[in-house]
């Protein structure tokens, strides 16, 4: 008979001291050229992401070019005066390197990622794009009509529907934030290269711009390659644009995007408020949180647990433009959607929650829970280099101090319940809300006017 082996124990490890952490700082300098750079060494960091920022807002585009700083943006990787299109993405791919671009109301931004040893190859690559783009007539039409043909995709999308519309409703006609940020097929279809290059002639220059370098920088003496490849790029001295007012109409009001025949309704509730600027923007954050930013949320615990309406509502503060004056404004919003025979009654909970939220405000388990949730995972969060420089590009983009990130988790850890309750109260006040609702109007009309919390009109999908 065999004799069974004696398992043997061992102790349970046990969990170390854990290590105070903030949000890293960056040594801030700049280039002979003008161009600003923020560095950050981050050991172990072994891709390096670069961020550069470029002053060409979105209201800067000529009129009737809608669209034009998104297909600058994209045609950056197409080519160079020493690249054609194919060579600049094989030499990128020889690097290991990506390199994304998108443009924004704030301006354009360029994301590179690339491994610390082949750093000096991609930054010369990314110095080239900036310094010299070929913007080639063949490839900017092929980037046009690329564009062209996503637009009928995003208003078949009810999410992206909903946003264009209640763009269109909360800012002025006038204002580019009113109309979408990729232009409409209109306004892409008039632009060619010679758009392109006059847009980037005017806007794109080194003093105007900021690089951000994130990374494991050991061994890299950063200033001399910065200076030999971005520091190559040159163009005239100029002041950063100046930033318009945000300005809003968020009268109390319902617009139904009609879908015959959805089964399901998108909705989508918001207005603007306090940017990052502002005084409040951390108890709006842990408010905002505790409303709408998790499953175990209020919104979620109502709709989704309670009533099964839906799969998960979330609330979120997003910063469209950002100015230290006050003028800068943030979307504050309400995102999900809902059964078709139950929109209705999913909104007037909605609304319910807001209303008894105004009554009795959060509790100090919801904040205890949104603070732990907010700040102690923090440092799983910006675990990455592309992570931390996303972050210091926002606060540049968004006039912020370089220190705001780690500021602001201090203060959200130290916000209380009750000026929490009052942020969020007031971010979302029941009687200021423009609904989108993207959905079968024959079905939802009816009932969402019975609730009566707006004026209900009701407009024709593209």
């Keep these: 008979m065999t004799e069974l082996a004696t398992m043997e124990f061992h102790a349970q490890p046990q969990a170390g001291e854990p290590k105070p952490w903030a949000f890293p700082a960056p040594e801030r300098g700049s280039l002979d050229n003008g161009l600003t750079v923020l560095r950050c060494h981050r050991p172990g960091q072994q891709v390096v992401a670069v961020e550069v920022l470029l002053d060409a807002p979105l209201d800067a585009e000529p009129a009737g070019l809608d669209g034009v700083a998104t297909i600058m943006a994209r045609a950056f990787s197409e080519g160079t005066d020493k690249h054609s299109a194919e060579d600049f993405a ?41 310094r010299a783009p070929a913007f080639a007539d063949g490839e900017v039409e092929r980037l046009v009509r690329n564009r062209l043909d996503e637009i009928p995709h995003e208003l078949a999308n009810p999410s992206r529907r909903a946003s264009k519309e209640l763009s269109k409703e909360l800012f002025p006609a006038t204002a580019r934030m009113s ?52 520091g190559a790029w040159t163009g005239s001295a100029a002041e950063p644009r100046p930033v318009p007012p945000v300005t809003a109409d968020d009268r109390g009001r319902v617009v139904i995007v009609d879908r015959p025949g959805a089964v399901q309704t998108q909705l989508l509730i918001g207005r603007t408020g306090a940017d990052r600027h502002d005084r409040v923007w951390p108890a709006q954050v842990l408010g905002t949180y505790c409303l709408g930013g998790t499953l175990t949320s209020r919104l979620d615990r109502v709709l989704r647990e309670e009533k099964g309406y839906t799969y998960g509502v ?22 999900g959607s809902v059964d078709t025979p139950n929109t209705g009654p999913a909104l007037e909970d909605l609304w319910t929650v807001l209303r008894k939220l105004a009554a009795e405000g959060l509790t100090d388990a919801e904040r205890d829970v949104a603070v732990q949730n907010l700040v102690g995972v923090a440092p799983l969060k910006y675990e990455t280099a592309a992570a931390v420089a996303s972050t210091l590009a926002d606060q540049v983009e968004q006039h912020l101090p370089d220190d705001f990130q780690a500021t602001l988790y201090r203060q959200l850890a130290a916000t209380g319940t009750v000026e929490a309750t009052a942020a969020v109260v007031n971010a979302f006040p029941v009687d200021r809300l423009v609904t989108v609702l993207v959905g079968d109007a024959a079905q939802i009309k009816e009932p969402v006017e019975a609730l009566g919390i707006g004026e209900v009109t009701v407009v024709a999908a593209e």
Excluded: N, W
Aim: glycine share 8%; with cysteine.
């Design 179 to 230: 109309r979408p940020r990729q232009g409409t097929e209109e306004t892409v279809a008039a632009i060619d290269s010679a758009a392109v290059r006059a847009f980037y002639e005017r806007h794109v220059r080194p003093a105007t711009a900021t690089a951000v370098v994130v990374g494991d920088l050991t061994g890299v003496d950063l200033d001399a390659l910065l200076g030999d490849t971005l």
């Design 314 to 335: 979330r609330a979120f503060g997003q910063v469209l433009r950002s100015a230290p004056d006050g003028t800068g404004a943030a979307m504050l919003a309400i995102s």
């Design 90 to 130: 094989a030499e990128l791919e020889r690097c290991g390197a990506t390199l994304d671009a998108h443009a924004d109301h704030p301006g354009v931004r360029l994301s590179l990622e690339v491994p610390a040893s082949r750093l000096a190859k991609a930054l010369g690559l990314l110095a080239d794009a900036l």
